[in-house]
């Protein structure tokens, strides 16, 4: 019985430290960073990313407008 608790724990110990290997190397390589980007463009995040982006430059853009018509309209 002393022996199947030894094995036991070798192998909870064996996969405890293989399983926290393998999460703390895959974190922070380029590949991990590959497999995200083609994740976020494969669901349309980037697209909608872009599209956000896009959004508020254009809010942007008539607001400035506004400010120019307004400036204009008190020259005069």
């Known amino acids: 019985m002393k022996r199947w608790y030894q094995r036991l724990g070798a192998i909870g110990a064996t996969a405890l430290l ?3 290997l393998l999460m703390a190397g895959c974190e922070g390589t380029e ?11 494969l669901a349309g995040k980037k697209q ?5 982006a896009m ?3 254009l809010e942007q853009i008539q607001t ?4 120019r018509l307004k400036q ?5």
């Open 64 to 67: 400035q407008q506004a400010d």
């Open 31 to 41: 590949t991990r960073n590959q497999v995200d980007d083609t994740v976020e463009e």
């Open 72 to 76: 204009l309209q008190t020259d005069d």
């Open 48 to 52: 909608v990313d872009q599209m956000k």
């Open 55 to 57: 959004k508020e430059d």
């Open 18 to 20: 293989s399983s926290a």
